[in-house]
């Protein structure tokens, strides 16, 4: 069976036709989703690139491979990669695009490459985040740097679907024995938000409805989040007229991004390839967009951690998932389409066995961790049916129920009639990780590696 996994970069999970977005048009994701399996409670396990990416392609967390922040470098001779696995069933394993790989080390397992990352995107040195109280971003560009126009990004992402294109059509007209797996990976919407005009002008700033928190006060937030808007030059909210603007940008990103993947699920789709082709979509995290006065991610909110997912498969199987899911679950789901057994120390499970299998919606539990800028202390994630616990190192926590109060401005966690709650979610936390020790791991990792880079 071969594989086909499009991969973009920071798009929501609630930003799309098919997710009940009102504006926003994907009609090609729409289509896919309603052929596939839709999981609509998908999370990142990081939500910043490198550590997510990492995360999913070994089918580990974070913290068990050392992925501690946007400066990682992978290991590929500790931790094996989707490459790695699956050519023991004799995969073609081909990387086509953005991968955020940082090192010398531009395949990680996987047999060759289409297209590698846009040069300045290869240059990490490997230099860690300073997680001290007076570092900041250099500017909120990542909001202000916003309108119509051409953009190198958008290049890229052509350039991405013309060579998947490219290597699809030569799969359908030559098949052979071994399978493939292509992995496509697409800069869309990832900020800087310079949306090709024509799909900017699908959407009309003026007559956009703004996130109802957009402008919400900084000292009204937990201390947590204070210090994250500070860091990262969210805690002054642009004026109304650059949001609306910033705002009408991500969405046309996002359908740009659709276009792309139009294009590929069309190759596809009127080739051979269709009857024996698994096709997979998802994102490495979200994008605040504005909640809670928040661009970029960075944060356990829904907006920057719910990711979308599915998974088609050729003998049409499809269906809404409920149950909660993350991305350490792909790698286990791409071992069971090629007949392989997964190790039985991975955190994840298979998708297919979870959207096939009937369960309690409130038994599976996900993680999600952050040991970057903007907390000085790690912060991580557990969500367990409804409820979410944001666990921050050595303050108060935040607990939300994300079904009663899906804009996350209710927190539950100092409410006594929610103390049960808490503790059963700190204690299920507590059997995935020490969380004390993995920040004290995460920070003696970072002060080693700054005081190598500063002997050389």
Not at 133 to 146: I, K, L, M, Q, T
Not at 158 to 187: E, H, S, T, W
Not at 188 to 204: K, R, S, T, W
Request: aromatic content about 8%; hydrophobic content about 35%.
């Amino acid at each position: 069976m071969n594989i086909v996994f499009l991969f973009s970069d920071e798009h929501a999970g609630g930003v799309m036709g098919n997710s009940g977005h009102p504006v926003v048009q994907t009609p090609h994701l729409d289509r896919l989703s309603e052929q596939s399996y839709t999981f609509d409670n998908a999370y990142c396990n990081y939500p910043i690139c490198t550590p997510s990416r990492l995360s999913m392609l070994t089918g580990r967390y974070p913290h068990q491979i050392e992925a501690w922040d946007l400066a990682a470098i992978a290991d590929g001779r500790q931790h094996q990669t989707w490459g790695d696995y699956l050519v023991e069933a004799d995969y073609e394993t081909v990387l086509c695009g953005r991968t955020h790989f940082n090192g010398s080390d531009r395949l990680l397992g996987f047999s060759h490459r289409l297209l590698d990352d846009l040069p300045r995107w290869c240059r990490s040195t490997g230099r860690p985040p300073r997680r001290t109280s007076d570092e900041r971003r250099g500017s909120n560009s990542h909001v202000a740097e916003c309108g119509p126009g051409d953009h190198e990004h958008t290049r890229y992402d052509r350039n991405v679907a013309d060579l998947a294109i490219d290597f699809l059509n030569q799969k359908a007209a030559a098949p052979d024995d071994n399978p493939f797996l292509l992995y496509c990976g697409f800069m869309h919407p990832h900020f800087p938000l310079i949306a090709p005009p024509e799909f900017y002008a699908q959407y009309d700033p003026d007559a956009l409805e703004l996130p109802a928190t957009w402008n919400e006060p900084l000292e009204s937030q937990h201390p947590i989040i204070q210090h994250h808007r500070w860091s990262w030059r969210n805690d002054i909210p642009p004026p109304e007229a650059t949001v609306r603007c910033a705002l009408a940008c991500y969405y046309a990103l996002v359908s740009a991004l659709d276009a792309q993947i139009g294009r590929i699920l069309e190759a596809i789709d009127t080739s051979p390839l269709r009857e024996d082709t698994v096709v997979i979509y998802t994102s490495d995290h979200g994008e605040m967009a504005g909640h809670h006065g928040i661009w970029q991610k960075q944060c356990f909110y829904e907006p920057a951690v719910k990711v979308p997912l599915m998974v088609r498969l050729p003998s049409g199987e499809n269906g809404r998932v409920a149950q909660n899911v993350s991305l350490v679950d792909v790698l286990p789901t791409l071992l069971e389409i090629a007949g392989l057994e997964a190790p039985s120390d991975l955190p994840g499970d298979s998708l297919l066995g979870i959207a096939q299998q009937e369960s309690d919606e409130t038994a599976r539990a996900v993680f999600s961790e952050y040991h970057h800028m903007g907390m000085l202390n790690a912060g991580f994630m557990l969500k367990r049916g409804d409820y979410k616990l944001c666990h921050y190192v050595g303050s108060e926590p935040q607990l939300f129920n994300v079904d009663t109060d899906p804009l996350e401005i209710d927190d539950l966690a100092s409410k006594p009639e929610h103390a049960a709650i808490r503790s059963e979610m700190e204690l299920a936390l507590r059997a995935v990780l020490d969380p004390e020790r993995e920040d004290a791991r995460a920070k003696e990792n970072q002060r080693v590696r700054r005081l190598k880079l500063e002997e050389t």
